[in-house]
């Protein structure tokens, strides 16, 4: 079966620009976390929706925001963009929503954000 | 708070063992995973542990104690494709909301 799919792989915007990342969750897969993975940090917890809502939320900015669409597919938005912006940004799809015991977390490539 | 504490690098010739350890403190504690992650790859799954005690798959195994908030993941019979990072993941569950908090990895080079 198809794995977890982002888009775009690759971008680059410029300071104050926004940008939409997107994923599409494995079949069946009702869970959707963001990730932000950068060389200092690692990789940090964002959010997560399932079922359309969002369950938990990161230490993140409220530039940072999310949603979650009826076929589970989900979209992160990032609005006036800093340079520390920078990163990878993973999503993962799982069956349940995060804490339910051994729900494995499924990556996607994700998608490398510069910003310049 | 919530704080996870593994090497930044090990170093590791092909056909030994490594132990990558991890010490953490979080609130709600309710498992944790390993994760590999390649080089300019996703991170994929290698374990999950709930219990105390050793868990065992193949090359791999993976060990738990909750009172010490200590975990190891053990590498047998190394070999160059090892050669990644490896992400400590405690799951954090409290109020009906969980979210995984990832260690910063401790990259391992195999040599051969």
């Known amino acids: 079966k198809a794995g977890v799919t982002q888009t775009p792989r690759y971008l680059i915007k410029t300071r104050g620009q926004q940008v939409t990342l997107s994923c599409s969750p494995i079949s069946g897969h009702r869970s959707v976390s963001w990730y932000q993975q950068t060389p200092g940090q690692g990789l940090q917890f964002l959010f997560e929706?399932?079922?359309?809502?969002?369950?938990n939320k990161g230490n993140f900015p409220g530039r940072f925001s999310g949603r979650q669409f009826s076929n589970s597919r989900s979209e992160m938005n990032v609005s006036t963009l800093e340079l520390g912006d920078s990163a990878l940004y993973l999503c993962?799809?799982?069956?349940?929503?995060?804490?339910?015991?051994?729900?494995?977390?499924?990556f996607g490539a994700g998608s490398r954000l510069t910003v310049l | 708070g919530q704080n996870i504490d593994q090497p930044t690098e090990m170093t590791a010739t092909e056909g030994a063992i490594v132990q990558i350890n991890c010490t953490y403190q979080?609130?709600?504690?309710?498992?944790l995973f390993w994760y590999q992650q390649h080089a300019g790859e996703a991170p994929t799954f290698l374990s999950y542990?709930?219990?105390?005690g050793l868990e065992e798959k193949g090359r791999f195994s993976s060990f738990l104690s909750r009172s010490k908030g200590y975990s190891y993941l053990l590498l047998k019979e190394l070999q160059m494709k090892d050669s990644a990072s490896y992400l400590c993941?405690?799951?954090?569950?409290?109020?009906?909301?969980?979210?995984?908090?990832f260690g910063k990895g401790t990259k391992l080079s195999v040599k051969p």
């Open positions: 929706y399932f079922s359309e809502t969002q369950r």
């Open positions: 993941a405690p799951l954090n569950y409290g109020g009906s909301q969980g979210n995984l908090i």
């Open positions: 542990n709930v219990l105390d």
């Open positions: 979080t609130s709600g504690f309710n498992g």
């Open positions: 993962a799809s799982s069956l349940e929503a995060l804490g339910s015991g051994a729900n494995v977390l499924t």
